[in-house]
C-alpha cells in the first residue's frame, strides 16, 4: 500500500480557502393586529371588556380581560378606554376591574 505524503505546500492551500458563512435568517416580525377606531367598534369592545370584567367578578389585568373577552389586548384597550371616559371602571396595581 502506498501513503499519501502531505506537502507543506497543499496543507497551506487548504488553510487558505475562506471557510462558509452561515447565514442565519432573521426572525419574521410580528404583524401588528390592526383595530378599526370609530364609535360602532369601540363601543362593542367595551361591550366585551365589561361583560368579561362581570363574569370574573374581580380585578382583571389587560392580559386576562383579553383572555376571558377572547379579543386582542389592542381591542381590550379600546374598550378599556371607552369604560373610563363613562367612569365604570377603577384601577388599582396594574388592575382593572368594575366601579
Not at 390592526?34 to 368579561?52: H, L, R
Request: zero cysteines; a positive charge.
Amino acid at each position: 500500500m502506498a501513503e499519501k505524503k502531505t506537502t507543506k505546500k497543499a496543507a497551506a492551500v487548504k488553510a487558505e480557502e475562506p471557510k462558509k458563512a452561515t447565514v442565519k435568517k432573521a426572525a419574521a416580525p410580528k404583524k401588528a393586529a390592526v383595530v378599526a377606531v370609530n364609535a360602532e367598534n369601540a363601543g362593542f369592545k367595551a361591550g366585551d371588556v365589561y361583560q368579561a370584567l362581570a363574569a370574573a367578578g374581580k380585578a382583571l389585568t389587560v392580559k386576562e380581560i383579553a383572555k376571558a373577552a377572547k379579543i386582542s389586548e389592542e381591542e381590550t384597550l379600546l374598550g378599556l378606554g371607552w369604560l373610563f371616559k363613562e367612569g365604570k371602571l377603577a384601577a388599582a396595581d396594574e388592575k382593572i376591574t368594575l366601579a
